[in-house]
């Protein structure tokens, strides 16, 4: 590796530590559970993934989107049972890496790509409001004014510090830089060390105490289930995102293999489950992270604010944090996809709207799953409109019927309109040349009209099937004549 390269990975990774920090410490807590058990797990996962998975310059620790999904686990059954179900998660995760589902992810359209993005994006950007509360009221005075003041000055120095200098990543210079100053003036505001205290030792092997039988795993399978396609809509999703930012191929299968591992090892060492965090993953790619060695950095700086740099940690201004965390909110929204409401489909910026707008009030995998629907809906309906016939009478008295455009479910009802059975001539030809067979409801459509020019004591021929379209016939028992 060029010395270059090696210099910006960690530095990269140095800077994604800090930001993995609060949002660990965070998602542990919202889950009830100890701060440490999201720390160990953002360790475990960010490195074991950073060295084995299929995407470099990924980030990956213990996420919102898992945290949200285990709470009532958690409240119900205890800790011992969440570690199981990361076990259990992590294994389905793996399968489903080892069947080389990853590609399925190809099916998530652009539109519902972008509406996860910003929808995400819009996430990020509410979670830091929760910093400008104190319990469950609002800062006001001089305390807002300060925490406003460096939330201000840290995504200045963001912002502004690339126009003067590359060398080092903007968003290190202005936590560490915001640190000092709060440090130096003995500026009364909250840090890391107010949301928990991160001192701890070093994470160790214990299987899950819980009585393992059917029982159990009658309990944990559902969250295990849910839990494994949250972490792997949201991996693989952000997957795509680091190849577009990075201009490179990740690999899909590669990724959900070292995921469920890491899960997996997460889970045996008392950590939480984890998934790719676009926050971070945005944060390490724009601080120059492109490789391994960024992401090893960022997971093994985790453990070692825990073993011995504690006390300097939770010293660094929860402003500083914020801040930067508002940069990677702003740079995280699809801002293009508000440039082009006027220029794409109606029903794109709807699933865009729709999309976004359930990942901010639901979760992410029931808005994919909204948006993947909405958009083969529409698919469906735009097939069907476009499949017309032009007719033609022949010398001989015969008509004949050239069908142009796609046979299936939606499209049947257009299919058979275009016939008159009633008025047509005793000889009717149906050339299928330009004609499509997708789907069983094509091969009852065509029967359909068969049997409606055999009832008015009409003959009807049909020529140029494709031999796709044959075998489907065949299949289903009807004849080529």
């Known amino acids: ?82 570690l199981a179900t990361v076990l259990l998660g992590g294994l389905i995760m793996m399968a489903f890496g080892l069947l080389r589902l990853g590609k399925l992810v190809r099916m998530v359209p652009h539109p519902v790509m972008l509406g996860f993005v910003n929808g995400l994006a819009i996430i990020i950007a509410l979670a830091q409001l929760e910093h400008f509360k104190s319990g469950e009221d609002w800062l006001s005075g001089t305390p807002l004014y300060l925490m406003t003041g460096l939330v201000l000055l840290t995504m200045a120095i963001v912002y502004i510090l690339p126009r003067l200098t590359k060398t080092v990543p903007p968003a290190l210079v202005a936590i560490l830089g915001v640190g000092l100053l709060v440090y130096l003036f003995g500026l009364p505001t909250r840090t890391l060390g107010d949301m928990a205290h991160i001192a701890g030792g070093l994470p160790t092997f214990a299987l899950p105490d819980i009585p393992w039988n059917l029982e159990t795993l009658r309990i944990i399978a559902p969250y295990a289930i849910l839990m494994a396609l949250v972490g792997l809509l949201e991996t693989l999703l952000t997957l795509n995102l680091t190849d577009e930012i990075t201009e490179t191929r990740g690999y899909p299968d590669r990724e959900c293999v070292a995921l469920g591992a890491a899960n997996m090892v997460s889970g045996a060492f008392g950590g939480m489950g984890g998934c790719a965090m676009i926050g971070q993953t945005v944060i390490n790619l724009s601080s120059g992270g492109r490789g391994r ?189």
Request: aromatic fraction near 8%.
């Open 293 to 481: 060695l960024s992401g090893v950095v960022a997971g093994v700086l985790i453990l070692l604010f825990i073993l011995f740099l504690s006390p300097l940690i939770e010293r660094i201004p929860l402003a500083a944090l914020v801040g930067v965390m508002f940069v990677v909110s702003q740079q995280t929204f699809a801002w293009a996809s508000l440039r082009v409401v006027n220029k794409v489909p109606l029903n794109d910026v709807l699933v865009i709207i729709a999309v976004t707008t359930i990942t901010v009030f639901t979760d992410l995998a029931t808005a994919v799953l909204c948006g993947i629907i909405i958009a083969a809906l529409n698919f469906a309906w735009q097939q069907a409109r476009e499949l017309y016939a032009d007719e033609h009478l022949e010398a001989d008295g015969s008509k004949l019927y050239r069908l142009h455009g796609t046979l299936f479910f939606a499209s049947t009802a257009p299919f058979l309109n275009q016939f008159d059975p009633a008025n047509d001539p005793a000889r009717v030809t149906l050339d299928c040349r330009h004609l499509s067979f997708v789907d069983y409801s094509a091969i009852a459509a065509l029967k359909t009209l068969r049997e409606r020019y055999a009832k008015a004591g009409k003959h009807l021929q049909v020529f140029h099937l494709s031999e796709r379209c044959k075998k489907l016939l065949k299949r289903a028992g009807e004849e080529d004549h």
């Open 1 to 82: 590796m060029k010395p270059i390269r090696l210099r910006a990975d960690v530095l990269a990774g140095l800077t994604t530590s800090f930001a993995l920090l609060p949002e660990c410490i965070a998602f542990a807590l919202v889950a009830h559970l100890n701060p440490l058990m999201g720390l160990y797990g953002a360790f475990i996962i960010c490195t074991l993934t950073a060295l084995f998975g299929g995407r470099p310059g990924m980030v990956s620790g213990a996420a919102g989107s898992m945290a949200v999904v285990i709470v009532a686990l958690v409240v119900q059954h205890g800790v011992q049972y969440l």
